[in-house]
């Protein structure tokens, strides 16, 4: 575990902002929340920032962020520098789109497919016995 007397990662805006996207904007998105926060502390905490809290308020306030993702700040809180762990960003979507990228979903979108399937043979579970078995019965006629 990494302390705050070891060296500083080197991880720029770019993947402070891309963290963000990933950890907290599509999660959001795909819950259809329309406001959601973020707490620099926790950005710093997984990314082991420790001494690059000014980075992570900057990364994740910028006009870039937002646009990328479309959301609007509404709210900042903690010290007024603005440069603290205590330091929560609250964004609100400014569309209610889903995310571009299709394969962020997939599982999701692909659960309960075949589910009218299964309840015609009987299950998933007796599907798979019939299948194991018509498997074993293959092998024996070859």
């Known amino acids: 575990m990494q302390t705050m ?28 929340q329309k406001r959601f926060s973020i707490r620099v502390g926790d950005v710093v905490r997984e990314l082991r920032l420790y001494r690059s809290i000014p980075a992570v308020c900057s990364a994740l306030k910028t006009q870039e962020f937002q646009r990328e993702n479309h ?14 762990t205590t330091v929560v960003f609250t964004y609100e979507f400014v569309d209610q789109e889903r995310p571009s990228d299709g394969s962020v979903d997939a599982w999701s979108r692909l659960r309960g497919a075949l589910k009218e399937v299964f309840a015609e043979l009987g299950g998933g579970e007796a599907y798979l016995r019939a299948e194991r078995s018509n498997f074993n019965t293959r092998e024996e006629r070859e």
């Open 5 to 32: 007397n070891e060296p500083a990662k080197k991880i720029g805006a770019d993947e402070i902002r891309d963290y963000g996207t990933r950890t907290f904007v599509i999660p959001a998105r795909q819950k259809g």
């Open 71 to 84: 959301l609007k700040l509404v709210d900042a809180t903690g010290p007024k520098s603005g440069l603290s």
